[in-house]
């Protein structure tokens, strides 16, 4: 394997034909093998996740035909697990295009190949995480009275409702990041469509709308994402903030924190960096992209998911302090509450947000290591699973009343359907990387002829040529 | 935009001194609201109906042991938390001070229920029956609350239009006294006592005056519509 430098100075390794760079050609079939005819073990795959996706449909219906009561829901605790997924799923589509679109500002070249993943988690999280507030509601059937629509009762819905401030978010937030993924995509679906036949050319024809590739089209399609980068991470911070203003613009103790939006917001990276990095091991393993992503990509990213860690743990100490400092009594007796029953998946999750990874990528090594990085970063977004469900539930176990204190436990329709969103998110991701190119082909090859070997006297040396 | 206004502003007066408890005020209330009937198991699950609900409370230890009771209700908040939370505008203040709820307009997000501090907020958890020939007893002033709907105490808003009307028609304001909530006007002990704030002189305006007054969870600044009169009488002397 031979190396380069990249701007900084610094040798990064490259693809081991560095040397002789490979051909457009080459590179392309590389990078969109993904695209070529599914095998027996991707319909297994798929088979698989439609089954659970189906029992989880079917739980969901089982409820809209019953009613409320096959929850765990009772009186005092009216959210469960059901909010909890919302919270999660927004939050893990925080990172997605966050991280492409701050890496993508940032000119770090290492993004390349992996943006396309992260914004297409991005949307496919905050689908199905959309669908949970629908999913919760006691009359689901009447969800449409939550969109304003002129109608001829004059009603409107009541924008002074945090509910409503979510809707507005995510409705922007879905579309904002799928234009972001869309443009993204656009020379790589001519690069496809260059090469399909079939299905593949007709659908690659009309969604690459034409593209050419001339000069003209590239200094457009380069104003166009970088200011769709800018745009989208106001939108991405705004989004998580208003998510967490459902629980902080409330009366109930334990919800109402002033630090609750910025938490969120760090949590929702928190999660998103995790799962981008989980994906990436993933989609490597499973398209042979042991040569794009190099160990050096999961050091930057375990760098960036240290500093996150770190974040998020300064942000649980300060709000665990500031409630513990103020004693107020019911506050407190949320935290007690807490701690004393839910004990050990507070430990966990303490364990799997903060301990754990703030040691362990501290190291290079691990850092590295792909197989501890896919422990680290699934233990996060279990720890933040459980964080949102420990906002959640304990406030409402515990309110101001103790004549009606409660408690929770999810029932397996909860579960059921948890696990179909899961699973549902699994098959829509499955469906994606068999369907479009999974890795940013042309951003890939661009970064491939910027660096290039320059004779230099006698010798050649590796440059990196920017942009003019 | 004309500002609604009104001449009434009801309220209500619970005096704990006067409470034993019995409990008529629960059955009341859910004779007179079309309120689901619960068996065992949805109590035990924590989902039972009632719009009211006494609160015991054990005080003391044993052998001297003395029981209190603490009826709560809708406190029809002046600033209440569960109004500005739904998102379809089912839980709205109406000008005569009561915190109301449109049933046809909730879809149960379940929001206002959870940031009801006093959770006096009850939900259709269940489709509930009434089976030949109890459904001879529904009110048909009130809306039978489908399943996945949140639903609390009115203060009987169907008995203070009704009383509205009349007072209208003969072409005067509602005395003193005219109208009462099922609760108020079924407990032995007069402990519960209804009537217009806005009124000065009325029964449940001077009470509310009392040295004796508090409202429950007062610091939250939900400026709540009932006033308590402390109890416990000789023993706190």
């Not at chain 1, 890496?103 to 390349?112: E, H, I, V, Y």
């Not at chain 2, 509310?208 to 007062?218: C, T, W």
Request: charged share 15%; glycine share 8%.
């Amino acid at each position: 394997m031979s190396e380069i430098s990249d701007q900084t100075g610094r040798t990064i390794p490259t693809g081991p034909t560095s040397s002789t760079t490979k051909s457009a050609t080459q590179l392309n079939d590389e990078l969109l093998s993904s695209l070529r005819t599914p095998t027996w073990k991707w319909y297994g795959l798929a088979l698989f996740l439609g089954a659970v996706v189906a029992w989880g449909l079917a739980a969901f219906s089982y409820q809209m035909y019953t009613d409320m009561s096959v929850t765990g829901l009772d009186r005092p605790v009216m959210w469960g697990v059901y909010i909890v997924n919302f919270v999660f799923w927004i939050g893990l589509s925080h990172s997605g295009t966050m991280v492409s679109a701050i890496l993508r500002l940032c000119q770090a070249n290492w993004r390349r190949p992996i943006l396309r993943a992260a914004e297409t988690m991005t949307v496919f999280t905050v689908a199905v995480g959309g669908l949970f507030p629908l999913i919760h509601l006691g009359r689901n059937w009447v969800f449409f009275y939550l969109i304003p629509y002129p109608n001829q009762r004059g009603l409107w819905p009541n924008f002074r409702s945090a509910l409503l401030w979510d809707a507005t978010a995510i409705f922007t937030y879905i579309i904002g990041s799928s234009l972001f993924l869309y443009l993204g995509m656009l020379p790589d679906l001519a690069v496809a469509r260059d090469r399909a036949s079939g299905w593949r050319l007709k659908l690659y024809t009309v969604l690459a709308m034409g593209w050419r590739g001339t000069a003209r089209e590239w200094v457009v399609f380069q104003k166009a994402s970088t200011l769709m980068a800018a745009l989208i991470i106001p939108v991405a911070v705004s989004v998580h903030s208003i998510v967490a203003w459902d629980f902080a613009v409330t009366v109930i103790p334990g919800w109402h924190s002033t630090i609750f939006p910025p938490y969120f917001v760090i949590g929702a990276i928190h999660s998103g960096v995790a799962a981008v990095i989980t994906l990436m091991i993933i989609i490597r393993k499973a398209f042979h992209l042991e040569e794009y992503l190099t160990p050096l990509h999961f050091d930057n990213m375990g760098k960036l998911q240290l500093v996150i860690a770190l974040l998020w743990s300064y942000a649980y100490f300060v709000e665990v302090q500031t409630t513990w400092y103020a004693h107020e009594p019911i506050e407190w007796e949320v935290y007690g509450f807490m701690a004393h029953k839910y004990t050990f998946i507070l430990l966990l999750m303490l364990v799997g947000n903060a301990i754990l990874p703030i040691i362990c990528l501290c190291f290079k090594r691990l850092r590295r290591s792909i197989p501890v990085m896919l422990v680290i970063t699934l233990l996060i977004n279990v720890g933040m699973f459980i964080e949102r469900f420990l906002i959640i539930v304990p406030s409402l176990s515990h309110k101001n009343m103790p004549f009606v204190w409660g408690t929770y436990r999810p029932t397996w329709v909860e579960i059921s359907v948890t696990a179909g969103a899961f699973a549902g998110f699994a098959l829509m991701y499955t469906l994606f990387a068999k369907t479009f190119p999974m890795v940013a082909t042309t951003d890939v090859r661009e970064y491939e002829t910027q660096k290039r070997l320059v004779p230099v006297g006698r010798t050649r040396l590796p440059s990196l040529a920017g942009k003019e | 935009m004309e500002k609604m206004t009104s001449p009434y502003r009801w309220g209500m007066v619970v005096d704990l001194d006067r409470c034993t408890g019995c409990g008529a005020c629960v059955v009341a209330c859910q004779a007179e609201n079309n309120v689901g009937i619960c068996g065992k198991r949805e109590i035990a699950e924590g989902r039972d109906m009632h719009w009211l609900r006494i609160e015991r409370f054990w005080v003391g230890e044993y052998p001297n042991v003395r029981v209190r009771f603490l009826p709560v209700l809708c406190q029809h908040c002046h600033d209440a938390p569960c109004e500005p939370v739904c998102p379809v505008y089912a839980s709205y203040h109406n000008p005569e001070g009561l915190n109301g709820q449109v049933y046809n307009r909730c879809v149960g997000t379940r929001y206002c229920g959870n940031n009801c501090p006093y959770a006096v907020r009850v939900f259709n958890f269940y489709s509930h029956e009434w089976p030949k020939p109890l459904d001879n007893q529904l009110s048909p002033d009130i809306t039978v609350r489908p399943r996945g709907v949140m639903e609390k105490c009115t203060f009987c808003i169907q008995r203070i239009r009704r009383a509205r009307e009349d007072a209208e028609g003969e072409g005067r304001k509602i005395r003193d006294g005219e109208v009462q909530p099922a609760c108020a006007q079924t407990c032995p002990t007069e402990a519960l006592v209804f009537g217009n704030l806005a009124d000065p002189r009325s029964r449940a305006a001077r009470l509310s005056r009392s040295p004796r007054g508090f409202r429950l969870l007062e610091h939250l600044g939900t400026h709540p519509s009932i006033t308590y009169l402390k109890g416990g009488g000789r023993e706190h002397v």
